[in-house]
């Protein structure tokens, strides 16, 4: 199957938050759909189009006609390209699978995205590549059934896997707490996965007692980004927002305060972790608990950029260092080559962990003038990444004389 090419994710969604108008486009796109070359790629850009226009249903509606007949797609398509990475995604929303297109917007590789159905028998001819990665979600209901398909495909290649986890790697907010209570000065919010009855009326309060008292921090099972989060504070505020919400299942778990002390601010740290060393990505600072960096309107306050800066250029020899043990537990118990972190620190100075992911979002769209100091640790995440990648495809390709390491800008 000839992988068809396609605009991709990353360049969509760089000119959607510079503020260009993607309507233009999109008609452009329907118009050439007519003349049949490419047509399912061009659904596959036509999706992530109508979804960064906040229409999802009709964006997952494009993908879905596209995977009906073609599977694999081709960005940054180039015969003389240095490295032909293969990554194995799962049908889902734009933010479902590991932001690959980001990571390598400025590096020599061509992106061939195999869309894996887990569900189908149908086998199809891998195309050419020299390194692969599984960017399927490790907390999907399939990771196990998607995993072990990816290997099956690959054996005989002899293709090496990144991010391929030789065990079952549950990153679920539940397991997660079990996992590392007590381990490396971590602290994880003590979390309880109920079904929406087992929340309801005397014997809901019966359950949640275990996470100790009000308040409790409550989202659906499977959102992201804040969607669902509330922080309940009362037997009746709950029954309030179960009458409001349709999911059949809920997490609950404790509320750990989070503010520091001296001024009353939440800060909330995003840290990457490539071949099990960690970077950090970005600092958000607000005075709202249910924080992420969007919500924290970064660009509005320089001294928060300020600090941020400070704590990204420190990151080393400070915050990683401070929590190396914690830093450590986490490499060693999640079982990938790359992964990320939200996180905080609890006024005694243990590493709170609100969540670990390998779809974090990881990008250098900010305005250079705003956050001038930003792309340089983003090229060390990217840089990282790639040296990855070679890394592994000299292991599968036995190169005895390898070349040297890429260039890549640092601005």
């Known amino acids: 199957m000839e992988p068809q090419e396609r605009i991709g994710l990353a360049s969509l969604t760089k000119m959607a938050f510079d503020g260009v108008d993607l309507q233009p486009l999109r008609t452009e796109l329907l118009s050439k759909v ?10 596959m850009d036509l999706s992530v189009i109508d979804q960064l226009q906040g229409n999802r249903a009709a964006g997952l509606a494009w993908q879905e006609e596209a995977l009906k007949r073609q599977q694999i797609f081709s960005t940054k398509k180039s015969d003389a390209a240095r490295t032909k990475l293969l990554v194995f995604a799962e049908p ?129 099972v499977g959102s992201h980004a804040g969607e669902g989060l509330v922080l309940i504070e009362s037997q009746t505020a709950l029954a309030a927002y179960l009458a409001e919400r349709t999911e059949a299942t809920f997490y609950v778990s404790e509320f750990i305060p989070y503010a520091t002390q001296e001024d009353g601010f939440y800060r909330k740290y995003r840290v990457i972790f490539v071949d099990g060393q960690p970077f950090p990505c970005h600092m958000a600072i607000a005075d709202q608990w249910d924080l992420w960096y969007l919500n924290a309107r970064m660009e509005e306050f320089a001294e928060k950029r300020a600090e941020e800066s400070a704590w990204m250029d420190s990151f080393d020899r400070s915050f990683a260092t401070r929590h190396e043990s914690g830093f450590g537990a986490l490499t060693e118990a999640i079982d990938l080559d790359y992964f990320g972190v939200d996180c905080a620190e609890d006024p005694e100075g243990n590493l709170v962990v609100f969540e670990a992911d390998n779809a974090l979002i990881v990008h250098d769209m900010d305005d250079e ?31 005895e004389t390898p070349d040297p390491k890429p260039t890549r800008r640092l601005s």
Request: proline share 5%.
């Open 92 to 220: 889902s929303h734009i933010g479902g699978n590991t932001p690959i297109e980001f990571l390598l917007q400025d590096a020599d590789v061509e992106i061939l995205t195999y869309y894996l159905n887990v569900d189908s028998d149908a086998q199809i001819d891998l195309p050419a590549h020299d390194v692969a990665f599984c960017a399927a979600p490790a907390d999907s209901v399939k990771a196990m059934a998607f995993q072990a398909k990816v290997r099956a495909l690959t054996e005989a290649a002899g293709t090496k896997v990144v991010n391929l986890p030789v065990g079952q790697v549950d990153l679920e907010r539940d397991t997660l707490e079990k996992m590392f209570a007590g381990k490396g000065g971590l602290t994880l919010p003590k979390t309880q996965r109920f079904e929406r009855v087992e929340l309801q009326g005397d014997a809901g309060e019966e359950r949640l007692a275990v996470l100790g008292d009000y308040p409790y921090v409550v989202r659906p």
């Open 34 to 43: 007519f003349t049949g070359k490419d047509a399912d790629g061009i659904f």
């Open 369 to 399: 003038e705003v956050f001038p100091y930003k792309s340089k640790h983003m090229n060390r995440i990217f840089d990282a990444f790639e040296t990855l990648l070679e890394k592994n495809r000299r292991e599968k390709t036995s190169v």
